[in-house]
């Protein structure tokens, strides 16, 4: 007998975030991740719109990892009527707790400072999601091991398979109806210096593919050479070397990156401050997760008593009037909010200080004003001449580029009898969609967001 199974593009649909893939089945209903939109106002804005789906017919989320683009829309479906499980790894669900909290108070402040200033439309201006409605949600977390089939119903099931990324990463197979569906998750590196390579699929019926680096290959760059050089310039112009930086993986990978760069003997002993309440709660899952990475626990602990931890905002005065030269690491990683603003507000100015700039920086934030050559930015209200000298990374991308997705995919072994390309702008998954075509041969649909499509089993 034929199955209809219908797949809603709800979100990462046409572009990168917000990615929520809803699979409906006779016999139970799925949620794929349950993200928010990030970047521009007119998709953010998309944030604040209901699901055009019945959200009572939810039995379940299981979700791939935990970044806000891929979990940040949760405690909306949980307002929305949402009281199944929420399905992921441990770590994940860890990393996802973090964001959400972290996700629920910047909004919090954000209404409150529209309240205060009166710039809202709304009034009075509402969070989008408060800190006890992200609390409500993460009471709805249940852990699922790695590589484990569970059983949603006789005729369907899951298992989530390590995909490198972030860590807890997975990708989602999901077997309905005796067919392979395969939702790719975001894909990580092969190589990487925490996390080991993604595992990759062997068979896919239906494959939701992302495509966020599908038009891309990653730059090669000498990394050891190009920050030691950076150091030593920092040291010899007794000056400061700030870091803003991502608090998920990224600011983790940069501590490796110097701590590894200090046993080789490439830098000296010089002092390395890490300025990030959310980093350092992300360090705390790497802790408690040794086997989702590749550090050792006598390696994580050396290079966590190499640095110096800041807890209290008090500390980060003192970091700043400590005289000696030194390296600093702060969030937020694009420079629109976190610790970091209190470090350059203070020391942009002076042509001692060296930034570098280690993540992808969004159109109209600070770090790309910083990136594109700015000579004043401006905090708080008040303009600041940038003397600092910029410099940037590009190659500490978490995400497998083209030859890596096209990597991922070659242990397939039947032909998909679908391709659906997701979570990348409309110019990278055109050039991917030609690269599967002549790769593979596949034909390769690129779905539209909030579209629905008809699947027969
Ligand atoms: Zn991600």
Redesign the pocket.
């Known amino acids: 007998m034929s199955q209809p199974v219908h797949i809603s593009f709800l979100g990462g649909a046409e572009t990168v975030t917000g990615s929520k893939f809803l699979v409906k089945t006779s016999e139970k209903t799925i949620l794929i991740d349950c993200g928010m939109f990030q970047g521009l106002k007119e998709l953010r804005n998309r944030n604040w719109d209901n699901l055009p789906v019945n959200v009572d017919d939810i039995d379940i989320v299981l979700l ?4 806000l ?2 979990v940040g829309y949760l405690p909306r479906l949980v307002k929305q009527g949402f009281s199944g499980k929420i399905i992921g790894t441990a770590p994940t669900l860890a990393i996802a707790e973090i964001i959400l909290r972290d996700s629920a108070k910047i909004q919090e402040e954000e209404a409150k400072k529209a309240n205060q200033e009166n710039y809202t439309i709304h009034h009075p201006a509402r969070p989008f999601y408060n800190q006890h409605e992200a609390t409500k949600t993460i009471e709805l977390f249940q852990t699922e091991e790695e590589n484990k089939w569970t059983n949603l119903s006789t005729n369907i099931a899951y298992r989530l398979l390590y995909n490198g ?2 860590i807890g ?1 997975t990708y989602i197979e999901l077997d309905i109806f005796n067919k392979r569906f395969v939702f790719s ?2 894909v990580g590196r092969q190589q990487d210096y925490l996390l080991s390579p993604p595992k990759k699929p062997e068979y896919a019926d239906f494959l939701f593919m992302e495509s966020t680096y599908g038009d891309k290959l990653h730059p090669k760059e000498n990394l050891d050479e190009m920050i030691s050089e950076i150091i030593s310039d920092t040291i010899h112009k007794n000056g400061n070397l700030i870091i803003p930086c991502f608090a998920v993986e990224r600011l983790q990978t940069v501590m490796y990156l110097l701590w590894a760069l200090y046993k080789k003997n490439k830098i000296p002993n010089i002092p390395i401050f890490i300025d990030s309440p959310m980093g350092n709660n992300v360090l705390e899952v790497f802790n408690r997760f040794p086997q989702w990475h590749k550090l050792t626990s006598s390696e994580y602990n050396a290079m966590c008593n190499h640095m110096n931890i800041i807890e209290s905002y008090k500390e980060t005065w003192d970091t700043i009037d400590d005289k000696r030269s030194k390296i600093i690491i702060a969030g937020s990683g694009m420079v629109t909010g976190g610790r970091v603003l209190t470090y350059l507000q203070q020391l942009i100015d002076n042509k001692n200080t060296t930034v570098l700039l280690v993540g992808y920086q969004a159109e109209g934030t600070r770090g790309r004003q910083l990136q594109e050559g700015a000579h004043e930015i401006k905090f708080y209200g008040k303009y600041y001449p940038v003397k600092a000298s910029i410099k940037n990374i590009e190659s500490l991308s ?2 497998a580029d083209q030859n890596g997705l096209l990597n991922w995919l070659s242990n397939i072994k039947n032909q998909p009898e679908k391709i659906f390309l997701i979570h990348g702008e409309p110019h990278a998954m055109d050039a991917f969609r030609l690269k599967l075509k002549n790769t593979y041969n596949w034909e390769v649909t690129i779905p539209k967001l909030n579209s629905t499509i008809e699947l027969t089993l």
């Open positions: 791939t990892h935990g970044h683009d891929h990324h972030i990463a998750g975001d978490a995400h």
